[in-house]
RNA sequence: GUGGCCAUAGUUCAAUGGUUAGAACAUCGGAUUGUGGCUCCGAUAAUCCGGGUUCGAUUCCCGGUGGCCACCCCA
């Protein structure tokens, strides 16, 4: 009986405070806010800086693409596509996916629009958002957004310690750092031989049993994949595992030694690490790695990557173009800004010399809009809010965005063809003639930097 | 995908098995109808969702959702 008042007082409650319910954002999908969006605008400057001078043009593809676009060629077995990948079916029944990372759509452009018609190496920027379907947490969305840069049609090693390189300063140019971790897998043909020898050293007696489950599938499915694992007993059984950088071919033993020694000169750290392979299929001879350098020891562990890359020599042939060789990276944004967030490294202050117009009255506001526009095309940073009738509200908007000046327009003001202009640092102010705006405004400008 | 911790105004944090869930910052209004910053006064604003235990749950329990962290993996 009173479980049931209870109930119907419910009930009641919930009828009188039914409100729309407000929506949310999907998991892992961050809104990026003005203050954040500083940051972006900070790293982003850098990455376009950077792309242009060494000469990579922006290119953007569809978000949306053939599910078997990644399948083929980040291949099916990896945890992008096979664990992490959005895909679904659309109207037409076809399989589509929201593009997991971004080399596969440019390899897609290069053939698509035959750009090995264009001079050789051809190099691409790429800016844009990532989808993989993951457990979020910081540094870990479901939309991310990477900075790439590919090039195709070179085959030199000067090429890889070149893109090396670039990502290498982009870190450090945003006060961040960071160590390089390379190694080479090698070409189809010394792989091969590699991956045999991997095998027979991992069929000696004992040793399967004491891997993990996933390092057991990938005896048969990726066996390079058994050196990275980071469960404790596969590394020890790893100890002694032969390693790929000792049975390189000549040409990729040479090729690596080469983009070693562009690293040196370039000054770019790195550090040999035999056990990075990278998750997909694709790449052949260099894969790096950049992770942050942290001070404190106890957090070495769990240093997450904030970009990576290689050279994908076979892949544009294999997805159906001529044979090309190339290679690239990609930069996690999010992560870059995560960094720059901790270290406090200060963004730019304020902006400079704002001139704020000001308006009483309805006719005030006519003239002082038309000010605003003539000002603003004479190239003064003017700010204005026109929509507030108070000069209370309108200074306190000018005090709240730093401004330098404002200018005040009432209805005295447009008898006498005068104009108010205050400093907003001293207080002071003083009435000037209206056609003498530009030289007052630039006077008092011009003093202040002296 | 697995495991741990957590969920209160816009934000940061209090409090409580029982009248009205409290503060700071922010926002809005006023003190000051033509003058910002400082001050004072006032207002708006919250117990994630669903179920259970209970006379009574925001508090205790279960489930969901979301967040953080670790792992897997990656940017």
């Given amino acids: 009986m009173p479980r049931k008042a209870n109930k119907k007082a419910k009930v009641n409650k919930t009828k009188k405070e039914k409100k729309t319910k407000p929506f949310s954002r999907l998991r892992g999908m961050k809104d990026v806010l003005f203050d954040d969006y500083r940051y972006w605008e900070l790293v982003i400057k850098k990455a376009n800086d950077l792309a242009k001078i060494y000469s990579f043009k922006r290119i953007e593809t569809p978000i949306l693409e053939k599910a078997e676009l990644y399948e083929r060629s980040s291949g099916k077995t990896s945890d992008i596509v096979s664990k992490e990948m959005y895909v679904f079916i659309d109207k037409n029944k076809e399989r589509v996916a929201l593009r997991p990372e971004a080399t596969p759509s440019l390899v897609r452009a290069y053939i698509e629009h ?74 189809k043909e010394c792989r091969g031989e590699y991956v045999k020898k991997l095998l027979s050293f991992y069929k000696e007696r004992g040793k399967r049993s004491k891997l993990c489950k996933d390092c057991k599938k990938r005896l048969t499915k990726n066996p390079l994949r058994l050196l990275d694992c980071k469960e404790q007993s596969c590394i020890k059984v790893r100890e002694g595992a032969p390693q790929i950088v000792d049975m390189l071919c000549e040409e990729c033993r040479q090729h690596f030694i080469r983009v ?170 003083e009435v000037i003639d209206y056609k003498k705006i530009s030289s007052e405004i630039e006077k008092r400008l011009h003093n202040e930097k002296k």
């Fill in 260 to 429: 070693l020694e562009y690293l040196d000169e370039l000054d770019v750290p790195y550090n040999l690490n035999p056990f990075l392979v990278r998750g997909l299929d694709y790449y052949t001879k260099t894969v790096f790695e950049i992770t942050p350098i942290i001070d404190d020891e106890k957090e070495v562990k769990r240093q997450i990557s904030l970009g990576g890359g290689g050279r994908y020599d076979d892949l544009v042939e294999f997805m159906g173009g001529r044979p090309t060789p190339a290679c690239g990276f990609g930069i996690g944004i999010e992560r870059t800004i995560l960094k720059i967030k901790e270290k406090n490294i200060p963004l730019e202050t304020r902006e400079k010399d704002i001139v704020f117009v000001a308006q009483l009255g309805d006719q005030a506001r006519r003239k002082a809009m038309m000010l605003f526009e003539e000002l603003r095309r004479a190239g003064f940073n003017v700010r204005q809010s026109f929509t507030k009738d108070s000069l209370k509200q309108q200074l306190e908007e000018a005090n709240r965005i730093g401004a330098k000046l404002c200018l005040i327009l009432g209805q005295k003001e447009l008898l006498d063809e005068t104009i108010l202009i205050r400093d907003m640092d001293s207080g002071v102010q």
């Fill in 114 to 187: 035959g750009m090995f018609n264009l001079p050789q190496p051809v190099k691409m920027f790429f800016l844009g958002p990532l989808f993989r379907h993951e457990k979020p947490q910081s540094g870990r969305l479901r939309q991310h957004t990477q900075f790439d840069l590919e090039m195709f049609g070179e085959a030199s090693p000067v090429a890889d310690a070149q893109l090396i390189s670039i990502a290498y300063n982009f870190f450090r140019e945003l006060q961040i750092d960071v160590q390089i971790q390379i190694n080479s897998i090698g070409c």
